[in-house]
T-cell receptor
C-alpha cells in the first residue's frame, strides 16, 4: 500500500486565479495520476504524471489549464490555472504501487483537495 | 469507449446483505475494483478481482465477476451503519497500472435501522 497526502485539503479561490495542489507519497512510485470529481459525479482522469517526462493528458484536458510537475518519484503537483466556477471539484492524486510479481498493479488515492471557485 | 454503469442508490436494513451491481463494456479489462468513499473522505480501495477470476471473498465482502455478461457485483454481508458510503466500481483497461482507471458514478448505500 501507499500513504498519500495532499495539500491543501480544501481552498476557496477567486475566479481568474490559479491554485497548485501538492501530492506527496511515502514511497517511490512509478506513476501518479490526477483525477477530478465534480459535484455528484464520478472520477475523471485528468492526466498521468511520469517522473522525468511530460504528463499525458486525457481528452478534454490541456497542459495550459492543468500544468503538472513530477520532479521525483514521491511528489507531484497539479495547478488549476485561470480558474472559473466550473473548476469547483475535488481533485485527487492517485499512485500506482507497481508491486509486480503476482500482485496486480493497484492504485491508491489521496484524500483529495476540495476546491471552490467563486 | 469504456463505460462503467452502476445504479445510483441502494437502501438496505441493518443486518441484511447488500448487493451492489456494476456493468462494464471494456472486454479487455485486466482488473476490476471496488472503492468506498465515506462522506468528506477520499477513496478507499475495498477489494479487486483479476479478470480471469469468478469470485473473491474477503471477510464480509464477496465479489462476483461474470465476464461473459461483463457484470460485477459486491456483496456486503451483515451490513452495518459504518458501511454507509458511496461505492465505486472501476476497471483497469488492458495494460493494468499503466493506465488510469475508469469509474462508475458510484452507488450510494443507505442503511436503514
Amino acid at each position: 500500500s501507499a500513504v498519500i497526502s495532499q495539500k491543501p485539503s480544501r481552498d476557496i479561490c477567486q475566479r481568474g486565479t490559479s491554485l497548485t495542489i501538492q501530492c506527496q507519497v511515502d514511497s517511490q512510485v512509478t506513476m501518479m495520476f490526477w483525477y477530478r470529481q465534480q459535484p455528484g459525479q464520478s472520477l475523471t482522469l485528468i492526466a498521468t504524471a511520469n517522473q522525468g517526462s511530460e504528463a499525458t493528458y486525457e481528452s478534454g484536458f490541456v497542459i495550459d489549464k492543468f500544468p503538472i510537475s513530477r520532479p521525483n518519484l514521491t511528489f507531484s503537483t497539479l495547478t488549476v490555472s485561470n480558474m472559473s466556477p466550473e473548476d469547483s471539484s475535488i481533485y485527487l492524486c492517485s499512485v500506482d504501487t507497481g508491486l509486480g510479481g503476482l500482485a496486480p498493479d493497484t492504485q491508491y488515492f489521496g484524500p483529495g483537495t476540495r476546491l471552490t471557485v467563486l | 469507449g469504456e463505460d462503467v454503469e452502476q445504479s445510483l442508490f441502494l437502501s438496505v436494513r441493518e443486518g441484511d446483505s447488500s448487493v451492489i451491481n456494476c456493468t462494464y463494456t471494456d472486454s479487455s479489462s485486466t482488473y476490476l475494483y471496488w472503492y468506498k468513499q465515506e462522506p468528506g473522505a477520499g477513496l478507499q480501495l475495498l477489494t479487486y478481482i483479476f479478470s480471469n477470476m469468478d469470485m473473491k471473498q474477503d471477510q464480509r465482502l464477496t465479489v462476483l465477476l461474470n465476464k461473459k455478461d461483463k457484470h460485477l457485483s459486491l456483496r456486503i454481508a451483515d451490513t452495518q451503519t459504518g458501511d454507509s458510503a458511496i461505492y465505486f466500481c472501476a476497471e483497469s483497461p488492458a495494460g493494468g497500472g499503466a493506465d488510469g482507471l475508469t469509474f462508475g458514478k458510484g452507488t450510494h448505500l443507505i442503511i436503514q435501522p
